[in-house]
């Protein structure tokens, strides 16, 4: 998330490459883009390790699955 904003982003093969991908990847819209990404991915994976880590409800499985004996029992 913080490398389209440092110096290295700058640096990189691909801007150096031609004038018009340098010019677009040095664009601040392209680079606020591509942070934007970063944190929903950040947000994606947070969201992922706390159903991992029982941040979910019990009951989510069986919702899902048609052949699980909790639904059944309903």
């Given at each position: 998330?913080?490398?389209?904003?440092?110096?290295?982003?700058?640096?990189?093969?691909?801007?150096?490459?031609?004038?018009?991908?340098?010019?677009?990847?040095?664009?601040?819209?392209?680079?606020?883009?591509?942070?934007?990404?970063?944190?929903?991915?950040?947000?994606?994976?947070?969201?992922?390790?706390?159903?991992?880590?029982?941040?979910?409800?019990?009951d989510?499985?069986?919702?899902?699955?048609?052949?699980?004996?909790?639904r059944?029992?309903?």
């Amino acid at each position: 998330m913080l490398i389209p904003w440092s110096a290295f982003w700058e640096r990189n093969y691909f801007v150096n490459a031609t004038s018009a991908i340098g010019a677009l990847l040095t664009n601040h819209y392209t680079r606020g883009a591509i942070t934007g990404l970063g944190l929903v991915n950040v947000w994606a994976a947070l969201g992922e390790l706390a159903d991992l880590f029982g941040g979910g409800s019990g009951d989510r499985q069986s919702e899902m699955d048609p052949h699980s004996e909790i639904r059944n029992q309903k």
